[in-house]
């Protein structure tokens, strides 16, 4: 069935750092795939989002590219900060029929100064 | 858009009481979602709507739970009678399909449940 696995947490960075959250996604069709971001007492934000193979996702410093080949949708920033503290997940959906989204477990980024 | 209303924020209550949870979605959306969120199973679907109709309810864990959506403005999940064991934060997301896109979910604050 359609699944998304992602990196387990928690991931502890300082200042500045350079992130990396891995997502691999199983499907038997061609999803959309997101990221949600989850801030503390708040629910959850669309943070970026990929509709096809070989898109790039982008918003506020961060990136992930929809990687067929390897069914990935890894999640970067290059200098993260403390305001990015917060839990992350990815997720896919399906363009048409169910309009559900299949959830990762969540990643919880804590950026110390 | 005032975005996802859900309320109330936070509730105690004791087992074996009525709850009662409501959600507001985003005016023009056709889909609500209902979730559930422990430490434990992290996010749940509990149930869906499309046009205030039920699609599925899968996620509904036994029958002290159930969903309902009058119209395209309210919906409500109830637990009746509430275990300690349900608590947790229940989500209420909208969004707007249609044919062919890929739809964006948009989260309520969420209602934290306390059953004790």
């Known amino acids: 069935g359609d699944s998304v696995t992602q990196m387990e947490g928690p991931v502890t960075l300082s200042e500045e750092a350079f992130l990396t959250i891995n997502c691999t996604y199983t499907a038997t069709g061609y999803p959309s795939l997101f990221w949600y971001v989850q801030y503390p007492g708040e629910g959850l934000q669309l943070l970026l989002k990929a509709t096809k193979a070989d898109d790039k996702g982008s918003n506020k410093g961060f990136e992930a590219t929809y990687r067929k080949e390897t069914t990935s949708f890894h999640l970067e920033k290059g200098s993260v900060q403390v305001s990015d503290s917060a839990v992350y997940f990815c997720?896919?959906?399906?363009?048409?029929?169910?309009?559900?989204?299949?959830f990762g477990t969540g990643t919880r980024l804590t950026v110390i100064p | 858009d005032a975005g996802v209303i859900q309320s109330p924020r936070h509730e105690v209550t004791e087992m074996g009481q009525e709850v009662t949870l409501r959600c507001k979605p985003i005016?023009?959306?056709?889909?609500l979602f209902w979730y559930r969120q422990t430490m434990m199973r992290g996010l749940e679907l509990l149930i869906y709507?499309?046009?205030?109709?039920?699609?599925?309810d899968s996620g509904m864990p036994e029958d002290r739970f159930s969903a309902k959506m009058p119209n395209a403005s309210f919906s409500t999940l109830k637990i009746q009678p509430s275990e300690p064991r349900d608590s947790a934060v229940y989500f209420c997301?909208?969004?707007?399909?249609?044919?062919?896109?890929?739809?964006?979910?948009?989260f309520g604050p969420g209602t934290r449940l306390t059953v004790t």
């Open positions: 997301a909208s969004s707007l399909g249609s044919g062919g896109r890929a739809y964006e979910q948009y």
């Open positions: 997720a896919l959906s399906y363009k048409t029929g169910a309009n559900n989204l299949f």
């Open positions: 005016s023009g959306h056709d889909y």
């Open positions: 709507f499309n046009n205030n109709v039920p699609i599925d």
